[in-house]
C-alpha cells in the first residue's frame, strides 16, 4: 500500500506545480499589456548571438551602441550572448515561459513564422522617423509580412559564384571576364566537363536557398506569394527544375549532388570551377590559398541570388516594447551598422553603412550585390515546404520523375501544407 | 529496479493487515522517514523533468498551441492528422528498416569483438581501446569522417578502394537504396565498441569449469560457443537488444547531419520528422502526437522483447 501514499505524494506535488506555472501565466500576461505610452524608461534584455569569434570585440562593440542608445534614452540595456546552436528552441521556450528577451535577432524564415502567431511587436508606428529609404530594398523584403514591418535589418548577404582561377585558365577562358548568364555559364560548364572538371558545388541535402530557389528566381519564378498564391510548378518554376536536372545530368555538378551536405573537399582539390559562396567564405578561401576571383550572381531573366538578412525583432510579450523599439531603431542605424559590420564583416543593409567597404577589394564587390539578394520564401510555411521541395528535386535529379512531374508534386505538397 | 520490485512487493505482502492508513503511513514513515527525505530531491527532479514533460506533451497533442497567447483546444485533430500523414508513416518505416540494418549487426560486432578481446590475443587492452575510440569519439566527427569515406563521387575513399575490384563507382548517400544502410553503418561503427564492453562483461562472468568441462568431453570450439558461450550471454543479450533497439528508434544525428533526411525521404527517420515538425515547422502539437507514436513503438518492442529474451537464465 505504499505504492497510493506514492501516488497521493506524486498528485500533492503534481497539483503544487500546476498552480505554480498557472500562477507565472497570470502574472505574466499582466504584465505584457503595459506599455505604449510616451515615456521610454525601465530596462530591456536584448539576445545576441556570437557573431564572431571575438567575444571582447563584440562586447566593446555593444557597449558603443547602448552608449548610442543611452544618449537618448534612460533605459539600462542587459546585453545576452546566446549561442547558435538550438537559438530557436531557446527563444521559444523563453518566449512561452514569459520571460524572454525584449529584443533579439531573427532570421528571415523565422520572421514570417513567428509574425503569423501574433508573436512580434508591429513595429510600423515607431518607424515613422527612422530613415527608410536609406535601407537596402531587398533588406527589408524579409522584414515584412502581410505589408506590416515586424523587424529592421542590421545585416545582410550575398551569395554569388566564386571561381578557381586555375581551372578557368585550364578550360581556356579568361578570368577577366566570367560568365554572366545562364547560356555563358553553359558553355563554361561544358567546357570544364570536357577537362575532367565539375562546373559548380551544388549541396542538394542542404537549404534550397543554396539549390533551386536562386535558379528559380533567376527564371523569373516564384515559390509561393504572400497571398498564398503556389508558383513554383509555372513555366519559371520548371524552367529552374530543368536547368537542375541539365547540371546533373551532363555532370556539371559532382554525382553526390542529390544529397551532398558540402563539397569542400572537391573543391579544395581543385576539381570544381565554382562554387557558391558569400562573405562567410571569403575567410576560408583567403586560407585555402587557391586564386580565385568573384562573379556576380547569374542572370537569366532577372538577376537575383539568395543572400540571408540578420534582423532584430521585439517579441509581442515584451514587458517594455517601446524601449525595445527604440533600441532596434538606434541599433540598425547607419553609425551603429557601421560599427556592427565592420566588426562582424557581414556588409550592412543600409547604403550609407556601405562604405565600411571602400577600400576592401572582396567585401566591397560583395556589398553591391546585395541588391540582388532575396531572403528566401518569405511565408509561415517557408520552413516547412522546404524538405518536400527539397524530395521532389531529389527523386528528380536521380530520374525518377521528370521536371514538370516534379515541380507539380512540390506545388502539391505546398498546397497541402497551406491547407493545413 | 528489480530491488525496487522486490521491495513493493514486500509491501504488499505486508499491507494485508488492513490497518487504517492514517496508521500505515504513520508506521511507514516511522520507519523509512530517512529514505523518504533523502528522496525527495530526487522525486522532485523526477517529476519536474520527467512526469509533468510527460504529462503535459499528452495534453499538447490535443491543443493548437500556440508557444504565445492562449492554445486552443483541437481535440483528435492532431491524431487523426497522424493516421492520414503517409509520410509519418514512410519516417516510421524507415526508422524500422534502419533497426533492422543496426540492431542485428551491432550486437554481432560487439560480441565478435569481445570474443576477440576476451581470446587472450596479445595486446588485447590495447585493442579494447582501439575499438572503444569510436564510442568516445564526438558523434559530429565520426559522421564527418563517415561522409568523407562514403562520398558519391570518383574520388570517394570508399568507391576508389572498391574500383580495384571492379565495381563502379556508387552514389551512397545520394542514393534512395544506399543511404539508409550507410547511416546505419555509421551507427554500428560507432556503437559496437560500447556493445563490445558489455559483452566482454558477461563473457567474464561465464564461469570457467563450463569450458574446462566441455573441453574434457571433447567438444569443439564452434560447439562451445553455441551452446555455453551464447546462452549464457542470454540477459546481456537482452540488455543490448534493448538499448541497441531503444537507440534505434532515436536515430537522428546521423541523418541530420549527412543526409537531410534525403534522397526523397528515404533517411528521413520518425525522430527527425518529428524535429522537423516541432522545431523547423512549428508544429508543437504535431510533433508530440510523433513523440507518443514513438513512444509505444519503443514500449511494444520492449515488451515483446521482455517476454522472449528477459528470462532469468538457469546455469545448470
Not at chain 1, 524601449?323 to 559590420?341: C, G, H, L, P
Request: hydrophobic content about 45%.
Amino acid at each position: 500500500m505504499k505504492k497510493f501514499s506514492f501516488l497521493v505524494l506524486f498528485l500533492i506535488l503534481g497539483l503544487v506545480l500546476a498552480a505554480c506555472s498557472s500562477d507565472e501565466e497570470a502574472t505574466g500576461s499582466g504584465d505584457g499589456e503595459g506599455g505604449g505610452d510616451g515615456e521610454v524608461s525601465g530596462e530591456i534584455t536584448v539576445w545576441v548571438h556570437p557573431y564572431t569569434a571575438d567575444a571582447e570585440a563584440e562586447s566593446a562593440m555593444w557597449d558603443e551602441i547602448i552608449a548610442s542608445y543611452n544618449e537618448e534614452f534612460d533605459v539600462d540595456v542587459t546585453i545576452e550572448t546566446i549561442p547558435w546552436a538550438n537559438r530557436d528552441q531557446k527563444v521559444l521556450t523563453a518566449l512561452a515561459a514569459n520571460n524572454g528577451p525584449d529584443v533579439f535577432y531573427a532570421i528571415p524564415d523565422q520572421m514570417p513564422q513567428y509574425a503569423d502567431e501574433g508573436m512580434l511587436l508591429e513595429l510600423d508606428p515607431y518607424l515613422e522617423d527612422n530613415n527608410m529609404d536609406d535601407f537596402v530594398d531587398t533588406a527589408l523584403v524579409s522584414t515584412k509580412w502581410q505589408d506590416k514591418t515586424y523587424g529592421l535589418p542590421i545585416l545582410q548577404e550575398a551569395y554569388t559564384y566564386f571561381y578557381n582561377v586555375e581551372v578557368v585558365e585550364a578550360i581556356g577562358e579568361d578570368p577577366e571576364n566570367l560568365p554572366a548568364t545562364w547560356s555563358e555559364f553553359e558553355e563554361w560548364a561544358k567546357k570544364a566537363k570536357e577537362e575532367g572538371f565539375y562546373a559548380m558545388s551544388y549541396q542538394g541535402g542542404g537549404s534550397m536557398n543554396g539549390t533551386l530557389y536562386p535558379f528559380l528566381w533567376q527564371a523569373g519564378g516564384e515559390v509561393i506569394t504572400q497571398d498564398d498564391e503556389v508558383m513554383i510548378n509555372n513555366e519559371a518554376g520548371v524552367e529552374a527544375f530543368e536547368f537542375v536536372k541539365k547540371m546533373y545530368d551532363n555532370g556539371w555538378i559532382p554525382e553526390d549532388s542529390i544529397t551532398a551536405m558540402n563539397h569542400d573537399a572537391l573543391w579544395n582539390a581543385g576539381d570544381i570551377l565554382a562554387v557558391q559562396g558569400s562573405g562567410i567564405s571569403l575567410t576560408n578561401l583567403e586560407e585555402s590559398g587557391l586564386d580565385f576571383v568573384i562573379a556576380p550572381p547569374l542572370k537569366n531573366k532577372e538577376q537575383l541570388t539568395y543572400g540571408t538578412t540578420g534582423m532584430f525583432v521585439v517579441p509581442s510579450n515584451s514587458d517594455n516594447p517601446d524601449a525595445a523599439a527604440e533600441f532596434i531603431k538606434v541599433a540598425t542605424n547607419a553609425e551603429s551598422q557601421r560599427k556592427f559590420n565592420t566588426i562582424t564583416q557581414y556588409i550592412p543593409t543600409r547604403e550609407s553603412a556601405k562604405d565600411i567597404f571602400d577600400d576592401e577589394k572582396y567585401l566591397g564587390q560583395l556589398a553591391e550585390y546585395t541588391q540582388y539578394a532575396l531572403p528566401g520564401v518569405i511565408h509561415p510555411i517557408g520552413r516547412t515546404i522546404m524538405p518536400s521541395i527539397q524530395a521532389e528535386v531529389q527523386s528528380m535529379m536521380a530520374g525518377e520523375k521528370t521536371p514538370q512531374e516534379a515541380a507539380d508534386a512540390a506545388a502539391e505538397a505546398i498546397e497541402a501544407e497551406l491547407a493545413k | 529496479m528489480i530491488t525496487l520490485k522486490q521491495k513493493e512487493e514486500g509491501i504488499q505482502k505486508n499491507g494485508k493487515k488492513k490497518l487504517p492508513f492514517k496508521e500505515r503511513a504513520k508506521r511507514q514513515w516511522d520507519k523509512n522517514a530517512i529514505v523518504y527525505i533523502f528522496l525527495i530531491p530526487t522525486l522532485i527532479h523526477f517529476l519536474v523533468f520527467q512526469v509533468y514533460p510527460f504529462g503535459f506533451s499528452l495534453v499538447l497533442t490535443f491543443l493548437d498551441w500556440k508557444i504565445i497567447g492562449d492554445p486552443e483546444f483541437v481535440g483528435l485533430k492532431h491524431w487523426i492528422a497522424f493516421f492520414n500523414d503517409k509520410l509519418a508513416w514512410k519516417a516510421i518505416w524507415n526508422t524500422v528498416l534502419f533497426s533492422i540494418y543496426y540492431i542485428v549487426p551491432t550486437m554481432a560486432l560487439g560480441l565478435l569483438l569481445a570474443l576477440i578481446i576476451n581470446s587472450g590475443v596479445k595486446f588485447g587492452g590495447f585493442f579494447k581501446g582501439i575499438f572503444f575510440l569510436p564510442v568516445v569519439t564526438s558523434f559530429v566527427i565520426i559522421a564527418g569522417i563517415w561522409g568523407w569515406l562514403f562520398r558519391g563521387t570518383e574520388t570517394g575513399m570508399v568507391n576508389w578502394i572498391i574500383s580495384f575490384i571492379g565495381i563502379d563507382p556508387q552514389l551512397f548517400l545520394a542514393d534512395s537504396g544506399q543511404a539508409l544502410m550507410v547511416l546505419a553503418g555509421l551507427s554500428v561503427f560507432k556503437v559496437a565498441g560500447s556493445t563490445m564492453i558489455y559483452y566482454f562483461a558477461g563473457l567474464q562472468s561465464i564461469p570457467k569449469q563450463l569450458y574446462e568441462a566441455a573441453k574434457i568431453d571433447g567438444a569443439s570450439a564452434f560447439r562451445i560457443f553455441w551452446t555455453i558461450t551464447f546462452p549464457l550471454l542470454k540477459p546481456i543479450h537482452f540488455y543490448v537488444a534493448i538499448i541497441t533497439t531503444i537507440g534505434s528508434f532515436q536515430i537522428f544525428d546521423s541523418t541530420f547531419l549527412l543526409t537531410g533526411g534525403g534522397p526523397n525521404y528515404s533517411t528521413t527517420t520518425i525522430v527527425f520528422y518529428l524535429y522537423q515538425q516541432g522545431f523547423a515547422g512549428l508544429n508543437l502539437s504535431y510533433a508530440a502526437v510523433l513523440s507518443y507514436a514513438l513512444f509505444f513503438i519503443i514500449l511494444v518492442v520492449s515488451l515483446i522483447q521482455r517476454k522472449y529474451l528477459g528470462k532469468e537464465t538457469s546455469l545448470y
